[in-house]
Structures are given as structure tokens and as C-alpha cells.
């Protein structure tokens, strides 16, 4: 496998400040490794307060760790050389309303230390790529969030980087605005670019990204390819079979399945159907229900395997960890608001 564009060990982020109760210490990031690879789209998935914004900070360079370590593109995390290879777009990109997205993407060409010629060059791929030729000299005060967000992306990929780093880039877009990132995010990857983004928002996730890893409570619950972060040995397999009507009393099912090993299943009358809901280990089992259950004489109306969706999963991982429970301390000696950031936050 080819080397990691994101390499992660065991990176932490402890925030400490004052409050009225006291000295206040938060682990928003506990001993986080990951690794994404050239290509890639990589979804950091967790609820609020999980401490996806504070990780990708960190990679950034704009959060000091308290431990740990990581490299972008084999650059330490925070070097010049690491940076100068990320496009970055934050959660809400603020643009002067003054600019068009044309003389917007100059503006910030020029704070990378772009050429004007060289901004040239690239703007107009960049505003056809987004979706936004046609419309860029017009004030951004006439954009919608889409756009706007469109506009972020072209500005995030002004100087050609090898990583994209996007912080909840559909977040507070309507479903329109939505797919048309969706669709920019496609095509970069189509084109070969890696992209690291986070998101709390799991239909997203689920239809951009390759690999995930849902994080809670500043801790990796999970880590994988979509498909396999269900649990796969968890299938649930839904049988319907007609009954003489409502009055009818349900069959010793244990029994019609007596030859195989003891099913763990749920019987359920819907109208003039037994429904059993039973979790199978996978096609054998499933082939040996049906088997029986013909043998058995019983005919089969409905037969559907279910397998856990990505939001069953992130439920079943994350919902004991949704709150945000930060320790105190008591310690009277601390010096200012914020310490042991080295002054970055
Ligand atoms: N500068 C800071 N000082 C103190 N605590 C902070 C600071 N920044 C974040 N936190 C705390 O760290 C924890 C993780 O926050 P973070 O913003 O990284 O989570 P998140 O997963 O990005 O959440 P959201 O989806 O709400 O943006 C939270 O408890 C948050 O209150």
C-alpha cells in the first residue's frame, strides 16, 4: 500500500481554562490514530462536541497537540512544507461581500503568495469545476450558501494542493445546495485528489466517502470502509408468512427450526402474516429458514435481509457518548484563561 497522505499517532488535545467553578480541563482529542491514503475521501464522522474540528486544527497547524504525533504528505504537521501542499476550507469561510468570486479568488491567490498570472491560469478551471462560470463577477451578496460554499472550494483548491482538508462542507446548506457540493466533491475525487473531511451529518458521509472513522468523545469508536463498519455477523432476516387471520396462534417456531442450532428470533402478528424477525450469521442460515419453513408447509410472502444502515451503527457507537461531560480540577494556580497551548488555541 502506498505511503499515508494523513498519519496519525496517538495525537491528543487537552484544553484547560478558567470558569467560576474553577479550573477546567477538557480532552476534546484522546489518543486519536488514523491514516488516509492518496485518493481517498475520508469522512471524519462524530456528533457535537466529538473533537472533529479540533483534530483537522491540528493537522492545520492552528491547534497545538498536547501529545502524539502526525505528518501530511510525510511533513510534520504545523511545517511550512506541510501546509503549503493542503487546501483548506473551514466551516464558515467568511468572503468580503464586496468581491465577485473572480476578484475573491485574486484576493486570496494573493495571500499565498500566488503570481497574478499564475491565479489567471487556474481561475477559470476552478470557477467551471464549481459550477460558478457565468457568475463570477457578480458580488457574492447575490450567493446563495451553495454557491458561496462552491466559491470556498475553488479558493481551497487555488494553488493546486495534493490534500483537501473540508470542515462540515455541507453544513447549513438546503438539499440543493448539498448535492451540488456533493457533486464538486465527486469530481475531485474522480480526479484523483485526497480529501479529509468532517461531517456530523451521515447521509453525507455515507454517499462521499470511501473510508470513515466515527469519533466520540475525542475517541475512535470506529475505523474502516462504510461497509464494513456494520456489523456484518448481525444480519436480521424478516420472514412474513400468512396465518388464518387475526385469531390464529403462532406455530412453536423453535420447533419448526428444531434440526438447526436454536435461532434468536421475534415472532410478531401483522394482520394475516406472522412476521419473524431473526438474526442470522449469513446466506447458510438464511438458505436453512427458508428450507425449513417450506418444509414445514408454510409459504413465504415477504423475505428481506437487513443489515445495520451507517446510522445504526454511529448510534450504537456514539449514543452513551453524545454528551459532553468535562472534568473539573481544583487547581487554584493557573496563570491565565488558557494555558499549555505554547499561546495557540
Ligand atoms: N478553544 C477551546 N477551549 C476550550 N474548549 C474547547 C475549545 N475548542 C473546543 N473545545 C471543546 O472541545 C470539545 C471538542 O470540540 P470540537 O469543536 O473539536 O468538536 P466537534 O466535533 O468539531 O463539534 P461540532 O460538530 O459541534 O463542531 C468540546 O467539548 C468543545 O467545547
Redesign the pocket.
Known sequence: MSEPIVDVHQLRKT?R?LSLTGRRR?D?VRGVSLQAYPGEVFGLL?P???????LIKMLLGVVKPSGGDATLLGQPIGSSAARSRVGYLPESLRVDRHHSARSALRYYGRMSGMTAAEIRAQSDDLLKLVGLEGRDRESVRRFSKGMYQRLGLAQALLHDPDLLVLDEPTDGLDPVGRNEVRKVIDRLRDSGKTIFLNS?ILQEVEMVCTRVAILAKGEIKAIGPIDELAHRDEQKLIVEVPCDGPDDRPPDWQAIFADGEPLELESTQVRDAFRLTIAVAGQDQINGVVDRLRGAGRSIWRLEVRRESLEETFMRLVETDTV?R?SSETDSEVPSA?VGDGGQ?
Do not use: E, L, M
Not at 457535537?48 to 479540533?54: M, Q, S
Open positions: 484544553y481554562s477538557i476534546a462524530g457535537n462536541g466529538a473533537g472533529k474540528t479540533t456530523h459532553d468535562p488558557v488555541q
